[in-house]
């Protein structure tokens, strides 16, 4: 079994602004540069079979290269329950069809379909029982977040790992746009 997702890369020059606004929430588990993406579609635990079949299936994904940004900041759970901190995307309608072949070159693969409606981000950081005061204090202090549009070339397959300071995530396949 190999667990996998679909996701944009973020570059590297994001990433760094991305990084001097990670800090001010104690006990946030910040996520490394590397490790920034907007997932596509999360597929899950498969068999290597299905991911060879998901593979052909994305590589026939067609579209062309296309710029988005990030704008705003917010959290996923309320309160004490807040479990994350993500970056938005301004709204893209080819981001929005990229994924969208994504879920479908997924279920042409013998996935089932995506549990929740697919909402574009960038997770900052995972919180733990976070002090709901300090959270909106830095929700706050950094909702005008907006990054220069970038350019999306290609997305990728990635594989993800879990691991006591977090999953970590590599490339297994890269799909270009053109």
């Known amino acids: 079994m190999i667990r996998l997702f679909t996701a944009v890369a973020i570059p590297e020059d994001v990433g760094r602004a991305l990084a001097r606004r990670q800090q001010g929430l104690p006990g946030a588990r910040w996520r490394p540069a590397e490790s920034l ?6 597929v899950g635990d498969i068999s290597e079979d299905l991911a060879d079949d998901l593979h052909a299936e994305l ?3 067609g579209a062309a290269p296309f710029e988005i ?3 705003g900041v917010g959290q996923f759970g309320e309160g004490e329950d807040a479990r994350a901190l993500w970056a938005g995307v301004e709204v893209s309608e ?3 069809r990229l994924a969208g072949r994504c879920e479908t070159a997924a279920r042409r ?3 089932k379909a995506a549990p929740r409606a697919w909402r574009p981000h960038l997770t900052l950081a995972y919180l733990r029982r976070p002090d ?7 929700t706050s202090a950094h909702n005008l977040l907006k ?3 970038f350019r999306v070339a290609a997305f990728g397959l990635y594989s993800s790992r879990r691991a ?3 999953s970590a995530y590599r490339l297994e396949r890269a799909y270009p746009l053109v």
């Open 37 to 42: 993406h907007i997932t596509l579609r999360f």
């Open 59 to 61: 590589a026939a994904i």
């Open 69 to 71: 940004a990030l704008r």
């Open 94 to 96: 080819p981001l929005r």
């Open 109 to 111: 693969a013998g996935s």
């Open 132 to 138: 709901p005061a300090r959270v909106a204090a830095w």
């Open 147 to 149: 990054s220069p549009p």
């Open 164 to 166: 006591a300071e977090g």
